[in-house]
């Protein structure tokens, strides 16, 4: 795709507003259809994006997979360490109300911090994986 200039031009230009609507997906999920999962995979579809039109040896420079495995640990322990809070607060294991002065804020916290865990472990996941299957059968090249 390194001779398709216009497909170049027009990924440029459109991988900020996916990744921005991402965010919006993200942080709105509470509030609306939307959430975590489903702002992982928009991200990942970024990324993709981005791999499928400048290459693969590009978007690993840009994400390496070593980011990816970091991040998707560290959703998971945001994941697991909210719950744990809840826990280490006197709640059961995600008992969202334990985790503000209010069961409200409680909630909306917990919900917060859930979905971005979920969020980040997912878009690294489908990124890795992507990576995995789109550098099948090529050699040294840092995966």
Do not use: C, W
């Not at 909210?82 to 059961?92: F, R, S």
């Not at 859930?114 to 990576?131: D, L, N, Q």
């Amino acid at each position: 795709m390194r001779e398709h200039t216009i497909l170049r031009v027009i990924t440029k230009i459109i991988i900020a507003p996916i990744l921005i609507f991402a965010l919006y997906v993200q942080f709105h999920g509470d509030y609306s259809p939307g959430g975590g999962f489903q702002a992982g995979v928009v991200f990942a579809a970024a990324i993709i994006l981005y791999a499928l039109i400048f290459g693969l040896a590009d978007a690993r420079r840009a994400i390496p997979p070593g980011l990816l495995r970091v991040t998707g640990a560290l959703g998971v322990l945001i994941y697991a360490g909210t719950g744990v809070i809840a826990m280490l607060k006197g709640g059961n294991f995600l008992d969202y109300d334990y985790l503000a002065h209010d069961a409200i804020h409680g909630q909306h916290y917990g919900l917060l911090l859930v979905e971005f865990g979920v969020g980040v472990t997912v878009a690294s996941v489908i990124t890795s994986i992507f990576y995995v299957f789109a550098g099948r059968g090529r050699r040294g090249d840092g995966a």
